[in-house]
């Protein structure tokens, strides 16, 4: 794959790219966030649900759309954006893991997994999306289904 950007006006922006991209981690996360916390776990606090795993999903979607945006034009951007990702990926574990220590105990199994798999999957998607050649329209799909699966599994 080469580094070198063209812009294309049918092509999805990046923030349609990343919030597309946060909707299909959501999906993902939130189906195996409600199996830890249905049949792995207990629930370990009353905020990790799958809605809050969707709502996080699509922040961190849009964040990722924002940062491609800034990054896809310049030289090495698929190189920086990967790493910026690795690094957001690392300083929210650090997170989890403080937090998980400090005031919320039995977070870390639970967060640090769905945390992997929405953080991946941006990495991944969020770029690919982003040269998508359809209606914007399309996007609304995976958004919807990823809201009515964090909204339907809500525990």
Do not use: C, K
């Amino acid at each position: 794959m080469t580094d070198r950007y063209a812009f294309d006006p049918d092509a999805w922006t990046p923030a349609i790219a990343g919030l597309v991209a946060g909707a299909i981690g959501a999906i993902v996360a939130a189906i195996v966030g409600w199996t830890l916390t249905e049949f792995v776990f207990d629930q370990p606090h009353t905020y990790t649900n799958t809605l809050t795993v969707t709502i996080v999903a699509f922040v961190l979607g849009l964040v990722s759309g924002g940062l491609w945006g800034s990054l896809r034009a310049s030289e090495n951007g698929h190189r920086a954006f990967v790493w910026s990702m690795v690094g957001g990926f690392v300083v929210t574990i650090i997170a989890v893991l403080v937090a998980d220590q400090s005031i919320l105990n039995d977070l870390a199994p639970y967060a640090v997994s769905l945390t992997a798999i929405i953080f991946i999957t941006l990495a991944f998607l969020t770029p690919l999306l982003s040269q998508v050649r359809t209606s914007p329209w399309v996007a609304a799909i995976p958004v919807l289904l990823a809201v009515g699966l964090g909204v339907g599994l809500f525990v």
